[in-house]
């Protein structure tokens, strides 16, 4: 599922990583925005109000959207360049880094509101930010661009134009292509909006607020440990047969 590229990369293991990190994006979406009222997995909308400020000459006001979406690029910058230095090293698994910095600020920002009352909402905004930006960059980067998880946008404009193409007659390997295209993205809009019904409930009804999120990294390092562990469970497999 993590390690996984190029050709060895199957559908299966995009619906795989598709299923877990879009529900774990899911999770932080909803938590994220009942907590502070911002949107923490993509930076879209805050793209438009950074420019409505900028527009009225509101500059200083403007520079919090401003940072918001640096911090997007901070992450998909440092998961890029993570991977990029240690992709030479074939013992390691270099998608296991980013991951793991995700975790830890999802389990760090939900630990300290508990101890402290959080008096800088935008700060929490930055760090979600940051892991969401991690986590689009290393599955883009283990999919070659096939999976994207933390937002929907594109992913229901892509859905709209596979669909329309299945009124056209093509052939049985374009038809096949196509209905797997579908899967996968039905795959991820289904696991975004389970995760967030879920991180909604955990957050309201079980009264976990930004507790939550620990949920959201426990599921994050469960997927990566059990990934790791049937790695090595085949490779050792084939070792005893030859």
Not at 72 to 95: D, P, W, Y
Not at 159 to 167: A, N, Q, V
Not at 230 to 240: E, M
Request: hydrophobic share 50%; charged share 15%; with cysteine.
């Amino acid at each position: 599922m993590f390690r996984h590229q190029g050709k060895s990369r199957t559908l299966k293991h995009n619906l795989q990583i598709a299923a877990v990190l879009s529900f774990v994006a899911g999770i932080v979406n909803v938590v994220g925005f009942l907590a502070i009222k911002q949107l923490t997995t993509n930076v879209t909308g805050h793209f438009a109000l950074f420019i409505y400020d900028v527009a009225h000459f509101e500059f200083w006001k403007g520079t919090i959207y401003f940072l918001y979406i640096f911090s997007f690029l901070a992450g998909s910058f440092s998961s890029s360049m993570l991977i990029e230095i240690f992709k030479e090293n074939r013992k390691l698994n270099v998608f296991v880094l980013p991951t793991i910095i995700e975790c830890l600020i999802l389990i760090t920002i939900a630990l300290i509101s508990n101890f402290i009352q959080f008096r800088y909402p935008n700060l929490i905004a930055c760090l979600l930010l940051f892991a969401m930006g991690l986590q689009n960059a290393y599955v883009t980067k283990i999919s070659n661009a096939t999976v994207r998880t933390t937002h929907l946008t594109g992913l229901f404009t892509d859905l709209g134009i596979d669909l329309s193409h299945l009124f056209f007659q093509k052939s049985e390997l374009q038809i096949k292509k196509l209905k797997s295209a579908i899967k996968l993205r039905i795959y991820i809009i289904s696991f975004f909006f389970g995760g967030g019904l879920i991180g909604g409930f955990l957050y309201s009804k079980l009264n976990m607020e930004l507790n939550a999120l620990i949920f959201a990294a426990a599921i994050l390092l469960i997927s990566l440990f059990y990934d790791e562990f049937r790695y090595k469970l085949i490779k050792t497999q084939r070792s005893h047969r030859y």
